[in-house]
Nanobody, 118 residues
Framework: VQLQASGGGLVQTGGSLRLSCAAS????????MGWFRQAPEQEREFVAA?????YYADSVKGRFTISRDNAKNTLYLQMNSLKPEDTAVYYC???????????????WGQGTQVTVSS
């Protein structure tokens, strides 16, 4: 399984971005997929995951929306009302279950930089 994230960039506070993650290889529709982020000098943290349902970190609830298009093998993260504290490298991830992707992802994308200016 290979994951390719894209869509990052520079945006002002309050702006929006949509990240995409194209998956290839033997990834089934039942796989859990998710997004993590890592800010400078901080540990990587969970952002959102999708399987039979969706899960969000408290810090992004109501602002971010995770979705997937199984026909295109693509994962998305719509980010609205962005804040400077959302600045980080965002990684997509996958595992055989949504519990797995939340706790111990098996597959990782290469990361895409999101910078929110104040």
């Amino acid at each position: 399984v290979q994951l390719q994230a894209s869509g990052g960039g520079l945006v002002q506070t309050g702006g929006s971005l949509r990240l995409s993650c194209a998956a290839s290889g033997r990834i089934g529709n039942s796989y859990g997929m998710g997004w993590f982020r890592q800010a400078p000098e901080q540990e990587r943290e969970f952002v959102a995951a999708i399987g039979g349902t969706t899960y969000y970190a408290d810090s992004v609830k109501g602002r971010f929306t995770i979705s997937r298009d199984n026909a295109k093998n693509t994962l998305y993260l719509q980010m609205n009302s962005l804040k400077p504290e959302d600045t980080a490298v965002y990684y997509c991830a996958a595992a055989t279950t949504v519990y797995g992707v939340r706790t111990r992802p098996v597959y990782w994308g290469q990361g895409t930089q999101v910078t929110v200016s104040s």
